[in-house]
């Protein structure tokens, strides 16, 4: 029973390493700027927006 309790213990630990690593690990700037459009270009919908 310890041992089923132990495994459960460290597949929690774990699944909260990834989650911190995905959620946190991230650019030290954060996310990168858009390009700056001309003026005579027409900005293009994000994607998924049709």
Known sequence: MGLILLEALLA???????????????????ELKAPEQEEGEKASPPPGKD
């Open 12 to 30: 929690l630990v774990v699944l909260v390493a990834i989650v911190w690593w995905t959620m946190f690990s991230g650019r030290r700037g954060g």
